[in-house]
């Protein structure tokens, strides 16, 4: 089976502009969570979807939103983008709601300029 | 959430056993301990994951006292492919996926 797929796998936007990120779980893993890495440390929860609705949230700004499509996929928006927003944006999936064991994919990598 | 506090760094050389000890004052009664590695430029993998006493599985060992207000993780005969950072997570498994990653530990494995 394959694992998390992410795409892209690398961007670059400049300030002010709109990204959307992709995910695809594993198949039959109905949770997918989001999350942010900044160089150099461990990863920040932003979201948490199970079964199309959000279920957790990070202390993220409203300009980050995301959503989940009926077979499980996932998209995470950011909006008006900001140079702190350059990381490493991970997504993870699991079978259900409340697991800790989450299988990460390989991340999309957002430069911004 | 139980904060945890684990060593920034750590050197090794091939073939020697590595003991990475993570500290959790305040882990609560429903917290479980989760350990996850991560290469660079890809996403944490886990590892381990116990609440107390001894767990073992073919990768790793994970050591827990009683009081549970710690927990070392041992990697047996590393090589050079464990170099990596490693995250001690506690949380309360039926809290929802929000894990909480403190700063991890760099381990780094010399010939």
Not at chain 2, 56 to 76: C, G, Q
Request: contains cysteine; neutral net charge.
């Amino acid at each position: 089976d394959a694992g998390v797929t992410q795409s892209p796998t690398h961007l670059i936007k400049t300030r002010g502009q709109h990204v959307t990120l992709r995910c695809s779980p594993i198949s039959g893993h109905k949770s997918v969570s989001w999350y942010q890495q900044v160089l150099g440390q461990g990863p920040q929860f932003i979201f948490q979807y199970y079964e199309k609705e959000e279920r957790g949230r990070g202390n993220f700004p409203d300009r980050f939103s995301a959503r989940q499509f009926p077979n499980y996929s996932s998209e995470l928006n950011v909006n008006a983008l900001l140079l702190g927003d350059s990381a490493l944006y991970l997504c993870a999936s699991s079978l259900e709601r409340d697991q800790e064991t989450q299988y990460f994919g390989p991340g999309t990598r957002l430069l911004v300029l | 959430l139980a904060k945890t506090t684990q060593p920034i760094s750590m050197d090794s050389y091939e073939g020697q056993e590595v003991n990475i000890t993570c500290s959790h004052n305040n882990i609560a009664t429903n917290d479980y301990i989760t350990w996850y590695q991560q290469f660079p430029s890809q996403g944490p993998r886990f590892i381990i994951q116990g609440y107390k006493t001894k767990v073992t599985n073919e990768v790793a060992s994970l050591f827990i006292p009683a009081d549970r207000k710690s927990s070392t993780l041992s990697l047996p005969r590393v090589s050079l492919s464990d170099t990596a950072v490693y995250y001690c997570l506690v949380g309360d498994a039926l809290a929802g996926n929000m894990l909480t990653f403190g700063g991890g530990t760099r381990l780094m494995v010399k010939p």
